[in-house]
């Protein structure tokens, strides 16, 4: 594999989880898939599409988002919004995301 | 917008029927919001790009929970690749068997190698089909493989076998039977008569051979290249020794010890001569290739066997 191959390959691991705590944080209020993107880009979060709607699913799935559907005019979207356990995890995953911020900082050198 | 509507029938395709109308709903719902901030007035290549965007619909699929795409997976590979490893070796053995029986009973000997190797393809063929099919089955199944799971325990790792270790108990009872067989070479070319006395004596001489090389393995305690070596000799010379035999009349021979006109013993010597050229080959082979491994490893620096940590473990 090129280093350039390699290079995509290990940031789309290293934001995997980086995106779940992105996404969790953004969703105090329901926002839509597409809304949801957008609110992130602005805030200079960029993520794929097809990543970030798979893990609305998933994380709907785990307990840690509820969703609604909504009609509005004709057409439908789906709402999704953090729930209970969500507001939990994002905490402790944020803490987590502190610390290990600071630590790398500390091992990368600032 | 058509062609809206193929894609998101092709990601239902790949999508499990529980899901299905829902996640399609979605996906229609996420592509039109996307074509929406694009453009007014849309054109065929707008969708496209946003089609591509969300990618392939199986890997689309895949990502919201489809269908398990891995025949066998990862957890039971290993025991795949053993239980096979066990359905072809038993496939050899049974078309060596076989082939004795048909050489015994006087085939030609290209035309039944031929049928053999036919037979034995057509096998392993099937082997394999049935074998893929009930891992296949589990792995859908979902039944969980213990030595994988989370909690698995180190303690219950299987020993390594040492191939390069001599086996006392193997050797030990290679040179009972040596002896064994020595002794009782004596009277047996009194009984069988001069035509086998020649072959009787180069029995014996391949006996001592084997009973000399099983003494030093022993005295060493570790097989090496040339002990290896001198085994395929020996067995060679065992195939020449049987491959004569082979050609013996043996009804004549048969007769001479009275036991009257007996087809079916005859056919029975002949097929154990048979069965004891094909071990012997597979016996070299298996020294072959314990030969080619050794030389694999035998550069590595690696400590041997008894490092100093597994000592302080224990």
Redesign the interface.
């Known amino acids: 594999m090129n280093i350039d191959g390699l290079y995509d390959k290990l940031t789309l691991e290293l934001r995997r989880g980086a995106i779940v705590l992105a996404a969790l944080s953004q969703l105090a209020e329901p926002q839509y898939g597409y809304s949801l993107i957008q609110r992130l880009a602005e805030r200079g979060m960029a993520i794929d599409q097809g990543t970030l709607y798979p893990l609305l699913r998933r994380l709907e799935d785990q307990g840690l988002l509820n969703s609604e559907w909504k009609l509005e005019g004709s057409r439908p979207r789906r709402y999704y919004v953090i729930s209970e356990a969500g507001t939990q995890v994002l905490e402790r995953l944020a803490a987590e995301w502190r610390g290990l911020n600071d630590v790398m900082n500390k091992l990368i050198g600032d | 917008m058509e062609l809206i509507d193929r894609y998101i029938h092709e990601v239902g395709r790949y999508l499990p029927s529980k899901k299905r109308v829902d996640?399609q709903?979605?996906?229609r719902?996420?592509i039109?919001?996307?074509l929406e901030?694009r453009a007014e007035k849309l054109t065929e290549a707008d969708v496209v790009a946003v089609l591509k965007?969300?990618?392939p619909p199986a890997?689309?699929a895949e990502?919201?929970?489809g269908t398990h795409n891995t025949l066998i997976g990862p957890e039971y590979f290993p025991t795949f690749m053993t239980v096979l490893q066990i359905g072809v070796t038993a496939q050899i053995i049974a078309q060596g068997v076989g082939l004795a029986v048909a050489l015994a009973q006087g085939s030609n000997p290209g035309t039944a190698i031929g049928d053999a190797l036919i037979r034995f393809w057509v096998g392993t063929l099937m082997t394999l089909g049935i074998v893929v099919l009930i891992f296949a089955a589990l792995e859908r199944a979902g039944v969980a493989v213990p030595s994988q799971s989370k909690d698995w325990n180190p303690l219950t790792l299987p020993k390594i076998d040492d191939t390069e270790k001599v086996s006392r108990t193997e050797i030990g009872g290679e040179i009972a039977a040596g002896v064994i067989g020595l002794t009782l070479l004596n009277p047996l070319s009194n009984w069988a008569g001069d035509v086998l006395a020649p072959y009787i004596r180069w029995a014996g001489l391949l006996l001592v051979l084997q009973v000399l090389l099983s003494i030093y393995l022993l005295y060493k305690g570790r097989w090496q290249t040339g002990t290896r070596i001198a085994r395929i000799v020996i067995h060679l010379m065992g195939i020449g020794l049987v491959l004569s035999l082979v050609r013996l009349g043996w009804p004549t021979i048969i007769a001479g010890w009275g036991v009257g006109d007996a087809p079916g013993l005859v056919t029975g010597i002949q097929i154990g001569l048979y069965l004891t050229i094909l071990t012997l080959i597979w016996q070299i082979g298996k020294l072959i290739v314990q030969i080619v491994r050794s030389q694999r490893t035998a550069d590595l620096p690696l400590p041997n066997g008894d490092a100093n940590l597994s000592a302080k473990a224990s």
Request: no cysteine; proline share 0%.
């Open positions: 996640v709903a979605e996906i719902s996420l039109e919001d996307s901030s965007e969300f990618g890997k689309v990502s919201y929970g």
